[in-house]
């Protein structure tokens, strides 16, 4: 998958939309971080194919979200990154992990998201002196379609199963019933 004997990053080119992967953990540490030569790789990879509809997996996020405890660990050098998905317009998604909520940004000109998990959500906290703790919202993953008419759609879709469906009963003039 990776000829890269230092980092797991890779583009796979065989579909639609065209998935650009980056290695951001450092080893041993929380947070994480992009080298020169992975930001110039990113950079020559996006150049190589500009016209072709692109998502970017990372797992730390390239941005704050206002969670003290996980803005210490998310990607240290966002600005240099930032920087390189600014000059490749056909970036449509970054999308993250890491931080266990589900929080959407923008990097640039491109939609960056952060998955839930499928397991424990991080408190939403927005206290600077808040040490973290986790919780057990629903736990959910994000689900992104892709059609040419509407470029890429993301759902948030629950892992639990939940009552339903119920058929939708409008009223005779309710706007939009056949």
Not at 81 to 93: D, E, G, K, L, M
Not at 116 to 141: I, M, R, T, W, Y
Request: glycine share 6%; proline share 10%.
């Amino acid at each position: 998958m990776t000829a890269d004997p230092d980092y797991v990053q890779y583009a796979i080119e065989d579909y639609p939309v065209r998935l650009v992967m980056l290695d951001t953990v450092v080893f041993g540490f929380g947070h994480g971080e992009l080298r020169d030569d992975q930001l110039t790789w990113l950079d020559r990879t996006l150049a190589a194919v500009p016209d072709k509809p692109t998502l970017i997996g990372m797992h730390h996020p390239p941005f704050g979200c206002g969670i003290a405890h996980m803005d210490r660990i998310n990607l240290r050098n966002a600005e240099a990154f930032t920087a390189v998905i600014a000059s490749h317009p056909q970036v449509r998604r970054i999308i993250c992990g890491h931080h266990h909520r589900p929080i959407f940004a923008q990097v640039a000109h491109a939609i960056a998201s952060i998955s839930p998990s499928v397991a424990h959500q991080v408190e939403l906290c927005f206290d600077p002196a808040d040490k973290g703790a986790f919780n057990f919202e629903p736990p959910a993953f994000h689900l992104h379609r892709w059609s040419a008419a509407d470029g890429i759609v993301t759902h948030t879709a629950y892992v639990d199963t939940f009552p339903g469906p119920f058929p939708f009963v409008a009223a005779p003039d309710y706007p939009g019933r056949s």
